[in-house]
């Protein structure tokens, strides 16, 4: 890897080449990949966009969100992830692409993405994500086919900010191992 702060004794060093190499995900001018910074909703629409090789064929109607007009950065991307409704707006008609995206809502957008059925299990795997919880049955989609793990102490931090060094990990489990359903 080219990036300066991502030695391969980091723990994500294996997700991030991975996604560096398929041509997904890039980093910073000065040779950085800043693993541990925030993504944000604007760069996670582009990048679902390459990783799932969807053409970048603008949907009717566009634009569809005041905040992001045509020519701006994650245009494309935003429009196209729309069309294919894994990203949504907010109730004002924004969809706020410089905002970080949190766990929660990255596992809902890669769940979408993949097309997996919508698992809604009466146990929860975690246990900050109780039946009730908006994403519940993304979350558990998703530790289903092995896409997300929580932490060590049983939870998923579903409402934390999801970091670059995340994202990676969870495009790795979602796009480049099969998917194995946990009994």
């Not at 950065?73 to 905002?99: C, K, L, S």
């Not at 299990?121 to 049955?137: E, M, Q, S």
């Not at 979350?139 to 102490?153: L, M, N, P, R």
Request: net charge neutral; hydrophobic share 35%; aromatic share 16%.
């Amino acid at each position: 890897l080219p990036f300066s702060d991502v030695p391969p004794e980091y723990w994500a060093y294996g997700y991030i080449k991975w996604a560096y190499c398929h041509g997904i995900i890039s980093g910073y001018n000065d040779n950085t990949f800043r693993p541990e910074n925030l993504i944000t909703r604007g760069q996670i629409a582009k990048l679902i966009v390459l990783a799932a090789g969807w053409s970048l064929t603008l949907p009717p109607g566009a634009p569809h969100f005041s905040d992001v007009p045509p020519g701006s950065t994650f245009y494309t991307y935003i429009e196209v992830a729309y069309g294919h409704g894994i990203i949504v707006g907010y109730g004002d008609g924004t969809y706020r692409p410089g905002a970080p995206v949190t766990r929660a809502q990255l596992t809902k957008m890669i769940v979408l993405a993949k097309g997996y059925t919508l698992l809604n299990p009466t146990t929860p795997t975690f246990t900050d994500v109780p039946p009730g919880y908006w994403a519940y049955t993304y979350i558990e989609t998703a530790a289903a086919h092995t896409v997300v793990g929580g932490y060590g102490d049983g939870t998923f931090r579903p409402e934390n900010s999801a970091t670059r060094a995340q994202f990676c990990k969870m495009l790795f489990q979602a796009y480049a191992i099969p998917s194995r359903l946990v009994p």
